[in-house]
């Protein structure tokens, strides 16, 4: 049996053969049944799971319908939904509870969708494996004793291993995606604004984006068409073009559609297997009538340098706000002063605290511009290189990561090593560009992601390019060999 869509659980609902109370506490009970193996969820309230549960109950049975309607959510743990934790995977956090809705949580919860449980994460998001939680590592449904991908990992797990159609990770430069690519399900990395920042923790807040996680490309579009839309709470929020079109989502024509394949991606440190899976998915798309188009983004060797630069810079000044002073775990040290360095000292794990220091010294007086600026302006040139590749293809299509989900503990070691990981998926993030990424098929039995990236808010077509990838493939329903 394949993957359930979210179209087939809302068929359900809406014919009555469940009831959301129900389809509710039997993700409960996969839950429970499947947690001690995959530690992807961090907190639970069921009573209040169960009261949204019983509230869609009634509007269905007034004849409400809508595609999110009695739907459970899952969600990553540095989103706010009111009364559940926000721990953001950190001891620092302490207990604390969000006493507001997120905008993008505010207008699931407003279109019926049921939260259902908060995501395990690498701590404040930094991280590309699921290992940095202060709570322990996720692990990957398709082969426990492999990484699920970071620092979405909860969010991404829970769609991958069936609790919820839905999940809701965030992505700074690459957080969604690449555990998308490693556990075989979709994700989407919107433009830059296109979904409200409002009631998300910050960690870098020039690249930080909320990006949802789903079986299909056609169950993003209508997450993304509930949640997308200006926000007043949120002044670098945008207007998405085309967005009436995610609803019923339509997948595109491939004839005459311009691939571009950037020679920078395709290279050395690519494995065998990771590329054999792509040439022949992107052969299935060619046989299509899509033309395959080879490209340049010649300042791609300095995307890892660019984002650490930028994205730690960005850590030190947003993680100063958590001192122990207003809210989240204190120590009990005498003293202002050591109060607030003990808090943190015991707080923070070690790639916070080695974030923290290295954007701290990027930012000092003397370096800011050997390193900072510097970085801005690279930043702003691996953009151009973008503008200029779009003049000549409508998309672009890239590999995921050099390989396939790496063994638990074999790159901790060497932060170095870790951060290669994300080589592929920085650069749309340090452009603002939107990027989805499909499972694309298996290598050893485990799953490999295709990325495709658009130019700026033309989001809309590329999910259609999505769907009609999905539309020729079954990678996307294939289930994780799980036992309950």
């Not at 193996?37 to 639970?44: D, G, K, P, Y």
């Not at 994300?422 to 490999?448: E, K, N, Q, Y």
Request: contains cysteine.
């Amino acid at each position: 049996m394949g993957a359930m869509t979210l179209s087939d659980w809302q068929a359900k609902l809406e014919t009555g053969d469940l009831t959301s109370a129900s389809l509710t506490e039997g993700c409960f009970t996969r839950m429970n049944a499947l947690e001690p193996s995959l530690n992807a969820i961090l907190h639970v309230n069921q009573a209040l799971s169960l009261a949204a549960a019983e509230a869609a109950d009634l509007r269905l049975r007034r004849g409400d319908r809508g595609p999110l309607l009695g739907i459970p959510i899952v969600v990553k743990d540095n989103i706010n939904v009111t009364g559940m934790s926000l721990s953001q995977g950190s001891k620092i956090s302490g207990d604390f509870r969000a006493t507001y809705h997120a905008t993008v949580i505010q207008r699931l919860l407003d279109a019926g969708a049921v939260p259902l449980a908060k995501a395990n994460m690498d701590e404040f998001a930094m991280g590309s494996s699921g290992e940095y939680s202060a709570f322990g590592p996720t692990r990957n449904p398709w082969d426990l004793d492999r990484v699920p991908g970071g620092s979405s990992s909860g969010a991404v797990v829970a769609v991958s291993a069936g609790y919820a159609p839905l999940a809701l990770g965030t992505d700074t430069g690459g957080s969604v995606r690449l555990p998308a690519g490693f556990c075989g399900v979709s994700a989407l990395r919107p433009t830059y604004g296109v979904l409200s920042r409002y009631g998300v923790t910050a960690m870098a807040s020039s690249l930080d984006q909320v990006g949802p996680v789903a079986v299909s490309a056609k169950d993003l579009a209508t997450g993304l068409a509930l949640m997308a839309g200006r926000d007043p709470l949120d002044s670098t929020s945008l207007e998405l073009p085309r967005a009436d079109q995610l609803t019923g989502l339509r997948a595109a024509p491939l004839k005459g559609l311009r691939i571009g394949l950037p020679k920078e991606y395709f290279g050395e440190g690519l494995s065998a297997g990771v590329r054999g899976v792509l040439e022949t998915a992107l052969g299935r798309l060619a046989s299509e009538g899509a033309e395959l188009v080879e490209v340049s983004l010649p300042h791609t060797r300095f995307a890892i340098d660019t984002y650490y630069l930028i994205n730690t810079s960005e850590v030190s000044s947003n993680l100063s706000r958590f001192d122990g002073v207003r809210y989240g775990a204190r120590n009990t040290s005498e003293g202002l002063h050591s109060m607030i360095s003990s808090t943190r000292d015991e707080g923070f794990g070690p790639e916070a605290k080695r974030r923290i220091l290295l954007g701290a010294f990027c930012l000092s007086k003397g370096y800011y511009e050997a390193f900072y600026l510097k970085a801005l302006k690279v930043r702003t040139l691996i953009a151009q290189d973008f503008q200029k590749a779009f003049k000549n293809v409508d998309i672009i299509a890239t590999p995921l990561s050099p390989t396939t989900a790496f063994p638990i503990g074999s790159k901790t070691a060497s932060p170095l090593e870790m951060y290669l990981a994300d080589v592929f998926t920085v650069t749309m993030a340090l452009a603002a560009l939107p990027a989805l990424a499909v499972p694309a098929g298996f290598s050893d039995s485990l799953p490999v992601g295709l990325q495709l990236v658009g130019p700026s808010l033309s989001d809309v077509r590329l999910l259609e390019v999505g769907a009609a990838f999905q539309e020729l493939t079954d990678h996307h329903l294939r289930q994780p060999p799980l036992d309950i």
